[in-house]
DNA sequence: CCTAGCAGGGAAAACGCTTACCAAGGGCGG
DNA sequence: CCGCCCTTGGTAAGCGTTTTCCCTGCTAGG
């Protein structure tokens, strides 16, 4: 595993050295500059660019253009896949316009966002996209604005998955009208009482679908019977569902569960307190990450287009799409976890 | 969404003007130098930087340091939790040791690798690490390890993660290992005939579990009976099954996918087939994604500590753990889909 | 044939930082 | 009480690029 001593990198000098023209022609020759260069002498620096394998150090044609080519990515876990999906599709359009992403995990913490925030302006990247989650009584939202509007300030784009909060732009996600719809849905499918797994309370996104789902069924003489509030992950789902069974599910036609890791785990919990989802008791979710098409019964959700999502916030930020642009896709899909009730 | 005019940043040195002290001091007072410099300075430093929210520009520290604080990260695709949890752990990692990372994904494409790689070594990355899957047959293997090479011998590290073929640091899964013990743990539950999904021919990942698995079988008298190659995804997964099924599954009492995901996408074909996974066919797979907890039957599967697996490779490229440092632990973790045989 | 204009190469400044080197001041040993 | 050394602030060089500006040598128009 030992190597030669470290030799320093290629810089462009010596590849306008090898070439034998200045460094001025070497670095239009590389990189589209409005001048043209001669053909020979370009052709000569291609050559020694490549004999030498070159690689133009981004740092430095970062200083010296006042630009940079990098977009950084905030998100909460990027084991959890709805923001596993969301990276990707930020990925592969970061990809596609040729911009590099440094990602960074909030692991939900307000004060570690704004940490991040602060750490990753370092960069001067491009864009900033803050996926992570909102929180209503986060006490560090107003500093983490301010960074934010500093950052603008000075060029740079934010952008938001789900409501800022604040003024930038955001992909927003129709977090409400979506409980609404899968409520009504349900309701249509014959459930009349339910339950909801809504994650700690705060968390915007948790409410929002929590306060539409709620708002559907009443709007239909439906009732939310009980709600329980335990993290906003799989093994929060879990706990939820034990509590709601410990607390007598009796009564309970159909358990929401504000997002599709809760869900499953919530299924988990019913079929391991032996009861049989979408048979002893209906389970909905929602987000429609890939794993809800495996589960059994498949999940009834309500689907978010992650991955756009993700492509979208980059767009939205680089300033591609309008800010306007057509609303996000959100539907519900209905699967075996909520069959038709009699 | 309109802004003021776009003024530069705060630059270090108006914020040694702010102070009233030199750019040197103001340097030293904002970022541990060998240097002392006087509290008083040094409070006026900090102040001054503070009410102007300065933050340094990583680029130019780069340069002037000749080093960064990147770590790149090179996965085939993040929205797959393999590769997503092995991305948590880099991430982690990283940010304990105050280390930033960029990350970019190779769709599985061996030419896109390279290019990425290309592009990434401008970064001037302290580290690459490589999750993307090995094949054998890739044509630019070499041109790759010519880059890596170069690459490192400008001080940089690389780490792979499962075996590189080439002379660099690696984080070597026991692939071939959990493959065999796996084989012997069905034959010691009762099975007797098997069958394998794979993964196209040539991933070195799925070849070398696939070997360990009939070398496992064989070695207790047991044998693989059918192999189909379909993609290394849920829906290869899932197609591969269904071409199972196709040909007749009769005799075959075990089905091993060669990863977790596949292993999903394979239950979900034999439940749409009208075949009861665990029951009528076992299924077992390979990595313990999450997911596998909560799918119906649980999953049988060989434990990888993914998360782990991702610190580790960090840690290892930056020099920290030996690379003879204990091996990552791999273990067979039984479930309900493969029950015991009478 | 002369000159205005333009194309294109090169020198050097600039980008925002770190750090080697210099210089000045203060403490301390003899 | 003198000289040294140590401490610590400042000056300036340097990191690897891009880009402005200058300058030369052609071309083309009159």
Redesign the interface.
């Known amino acids: 595993?030992e190597?030669?001593p470290?030799?320093?990198?290629?810089t462009l000098h010596d590849v306008a050295r090898e070439a034998g023209v200045s460094l001025a022609t070497a670095s239009r020759a590389l990189n589209g500059s409005t001048r043209k260069v001669n053909d020979a002498y370009r052709e000569r620096v291609l050559a020694a660019a490549a004999r030498l394998?070159y690689?133009?150090?981004?740092?430095?044609?970062?200083?010296a253009r006042g630009t940079?080519t990098?977009v950084a990515l905030l998100v909460a876990?990027?084991?959890d896949?709805y923001f596993?999906?969301i990276?990707?599709g930020v990925?592969?359009e970061a990809?596609s316009q040729g911009l590099?992403?440094?990602?960074?995990?909030t692991e939900r913490d307000a004060e570690r966002e704004l940490e991040l925030v602060?750490?990753?302006?370092?960069?001067?990247p491009r864009v900033m996209i803050l996926a992570a989650s909102r929180r209503d009584d986060d006490p560090s939202a107003e500093a983490l604005a301010?960074?934010l509007a500093?950052y603008?300030?000075?060029?740079g784009r934010v952008a938001f998955i789900s409501e800022s909060g604040a003024?930038f732009?955001e992909v927003r996600l129709e977090n409400r009208a979506g409980g609404e719809a899968l409520a009504r849905a349900l309701v249509a499918l014959g459930y009349r009482s339910f339950a909801a797994i809504g994650g700690a309370e705060g968390i915007r996104t948790a409410d929002d679908r929590l306060a539409g789902f709620r708002a559907g069924l009443e709007s239909e003489g439906a009732t939310l019977d009980r709600v329980v509030r335990p993290d906003f992950t799989?093994d929060g789902g879990y706990a939820g569902m034990q509590q709601l069974i410990a607390d007598g599910l009796e009564g309970i036609e159909a358990v929401f569960a504000v997002n599709d890791v809760m869900a499953?785990?919530a299924?988990?919990a019913l079929?391991d307190g032996g009861l049989v989802p979408g048979v002893d008791v209906a389970v909905a979710g929602f987000d429609d990450i890939?794993?809800v098409?495996?589960?059994?019964p498949a999940l009834t959700t309500v689907r978010l287009p992650l991955?756009e999502i993700g492509r979208r916030a980059l767009q939205l930020a680089l300033g591609e799409a309008g800010?306007d642009g057509t609303p996000l896709a959100t539907e519900v899909v209905v699967r075996a976890s909520t069959p038709a009730r009699g």
Chains 1, 2 share one sequence.
Do not use: C, H, W, Y
């Open positions: 595993m190597r030669d470290v030799r320093a990198a290629v394998n690689s133009p150090n981004l740092s430095a044609q970062a200083i940079t990098t876990d990027i084991a896949p596993s999906q990276a990707a990925v592969r990809d590099i992403v440094t990602m960074a995990a602060r750490a990753l302006r370092g960069q001067r301010a960074e500093a603008e300030s000075t060029g003024a732009r799989r499953v785990g299924m988990s079929r890939p794993t098409r495996d589960v059994t991955e800010d």
